[in-house]
């Protein structure tokens, strides 16, 4: 009785803490919204009322749940297994990446291409690639030591690699943009294996965690540190943030204004301004084509981009918050 109480207080405290960790910020964490997220978001922006985290909280409930519903099927095969499993991915950078955006699991497969299989299958095997910034490095030695000093593989161990081996094949089909969505199931089947090598290796050699808890406990504060600092200022750095200031301004701007131009240079602009704004942009105005001559007239507001052949009078510019100017808005310089 005391070990079903312990081990439910301890299932809870796991889930809340991923809970608390996913929620944390959810509104502006990642900064940009992923093209992909906006696809899924912006049909259902009258129901969400432009509202990120309305959008982005189903993810988050969705994937914090997979994490106590691994580890009571894990602790069915291996009660300390789970356990471990259930603590690596309420800390690992891929699940919290892949909660905290609104992006369904089936969009990936509208990207299949089969030429570059083999090199993507081996690719997303690398080692290089798994432990860098995706898994914790520290958890791999654990793993090698399991493997060597195990005897009979069990029914775990298979389960995983049969995970890893699905998981890998169905991600490689697939054209890789950097998403780990696609590579989902795979990282799953990681996850279950670290946790099993864990166990194992705690099983076989009880000393070692006495070296393994302090350095695995300064890893996760500083992987989940780095991921909450790094993280954002690389979503802060993405072109689709440009289009919050932009947004802004048009809104400010356009009853000034006849129409409003803005280039296609980065994709769906319409969209990304619509929800920004949440949906205060005069649509009737907005127009979104390349420069043509006619959009020079002080009746027309154009959105270009600062690398172009500017012949417009420069009212303001758009910066990323990484400081990096991407935009302008501009008249008639001889109005």
């Given at each position: 009785m005391t070990y079903i109480i312990s081990s439910m207080l301890t299932l809870i405290v796991l889930t809340l803490t991923s809970l608390v960790l996913r929620l944390i910020n959810l509104d502006d964490f990642p900064a940009n919204i992923s093209v992909d997220e906006l696809k899924f978001i912006y049909?259902?922006?009258?129901?969400?009322?432009?509202?990120?985290?309305?959008?982005?909280?189903?993810?988050?409930?969705?994937?914090?749940?997979?994490?106590?519903?691994?580890?009571?099927?894990?602790?069915?095969?291996?009660?300390?297994?789970?356990?471990?499993?259930?603590?690596?991915?309420?800390?690992?950078?891929?699940?919290?990446?892949?909660?905290?955006?609104?992006?369904?699991?089936?969009?990936?497969?509208?990207?299949?291409?089969?030429?570059?299989?083999?090199?993507?299958?081996?690719?997303?095997?690398?080692?290089?690639?798994?432990?860098?910034?995706?898994?914790?490095?520290?958890?791999?030695?654990?793993?090698?030591?399991?493997?060597?000093?195990?005897?009979?593989?069990?029914?775990?161990?298979?389960?995983?690699?049969?995970?890893?081996?699905?998981?890998?094949?169905?991600?490689?089909?697939?054209?890789?943009?950097?998403?780990?969505?696609?590579?989902?199931?795979?990282?799953?089947g990681w996850t279950i294996l670290l946790g099993w090598g864990i166990a194992h290796s705690f099983r076989r050699f009880p000393w070692i965690m006495f070296i393994f808890i302090p350095i695995f406990t300064y890893q996760v504060i500083n992987s989940v540190h780095n991921y909450f600092i790094h993280s954002q200022a690389r979503a802060q750095s993405q072109w689709e943030v440009i289009y919050r200031p932009a947004a802004e301004y048009i809104l400010t701007h356009q009853a000034e204004y006849q129409r409003i131009v803005v280039i296609p240079k980065y994709e769906s602009p319409r969209e990304y301004l619509d929800w920004y704004s949440q949906g205060k942009?005069?649509?009737?105005?907005?127009?979104?084509?390349?420069?043509?001559?006619?959009?020079?007239?002080?009746?027309?507001?154009?959105?270009?981009?600062?690398?172009?052949?500017?012949?417009?009078?420069?009212?303001?510019?758009?910066?990323?918050?990484?400081?990096?100017?991407?935009?302008?808005?501009g008249s008639n310089k001889y109005n």
């Open positions: 049909p259902l922006r009258h129901l969400l009322n432009y509202n990120l985290f309305l959008a982005r909280l189903p993810f988050v409930l969705i994937y914090t749940a997979t994490i106590p519903a691994t580890v009571i099927l894990i602790k069915k095969l291996s009660p300390r297994a789970g356990l471990w499993t259930g603590i690596l991915l309420s800390i690992s950078l891929w699940h919290l990446g892949l909660s905290r955006r609104a992006v369904p699991f089936w969009f990936p497969w509208f990207n299949l291409e089969l030429t570059k299989f083999l090199e993507r299958f081996f690719d997303f095997l690398s080692p290089t690639y798994l432990f860098t910034d995706t898994l914790l490095s520290i958890t791999l030695p654990l793993l090698l030591i399991a493997l060597i000093a195990v005897k009979k593989f069990a029914r775990l161990f298979w389960l995983s690699a049969k995970l890893i081996i699905a998981g890998t094949a169905l991600a490689s089909l697939q054209v890789y943009f950097g998403d780990l969505h696609a590579l989902s199931l795979a990282l799953f942009i005069d649509q009737s105005k907005l127009i979104i084509d390349q420069y043509k001559d006619e959009y020079l007239n002080p009746n027309t507001l154009y959105i270009g981009h600062i690398n172009e052949d500017i012949k417009h009078q420069v009212l303001d510019t758009f910066k990323l918050p990484t400081g990096s100017t991407l935009l302008f808005a």
